[in-house]
Nanobody, 125 residues
Framework: QVQLVESGGGLVQAGDSLRLSCTASGRTFIASVMVWFRQAPGKEREFVAGINGKNNTYFTDSVKGRFTISRDNAKNTVYLQANSLKPEDTAVYYC???????????????????WGQGTQVTVSS
């Protein structure tokens, strides 16, 4: 059974940083696309960042220059380093992975087969 478990969320002040982690178990995602989405109250789930098997990274415009995504294949873990956090970054952050081996990072949630339970990030002003 495949599981993705996120951690690292919390309550921080504007300008602070957090590092979110997502550890996979049940299969390896070394060559797979892994992504982070987020969902704020009353809003749709939106793509935040993604990384493919070649370690190419992609970000939504609102987090470019502030967030980075990386992976540790030995630990089957993907990280989201979120710096210079803003109140509008407040959301539940989810990691997801595709079951197929592909280097295409889709910004659509339907492209991903496995999802974590989410971790809350709250940024106060």
């Amino acid at each position: 059974q495949v599981q993705l478990v996120e951690s690292g969320g919390g309550l921080v002040q504007a300008g602070d940083s957090l590092r979110l982690s997502c550890t996979a178990s049940g299969r390896t995602f070394i060559a797979s696309v892994m992504v982070w989405f987020r969902q704020a109250p009353g809003k749709e789930r939106e793509f935040v960042a993604g990384i493919n098997g070649k370690n190419n990274t992609y970000f939504t415009d609102s987090v470019k220059g502030r967030f980075t995504i990386s992976r540790d294949n030995a630990k089957n873990t993907v990280y989201l380093q979120a710096n210079s956090l803003k109140p509008e970054d407040t959301a539940v952050y989810y990691c997801a992975a595709a079951s197929r081996f592909s280097n295409f990072v889709s910004a659509s949630a339907v492209a991903y087969d496995y999802w974590g339970q989410g971790t809350q990030v709250t940024v106060s002003s």
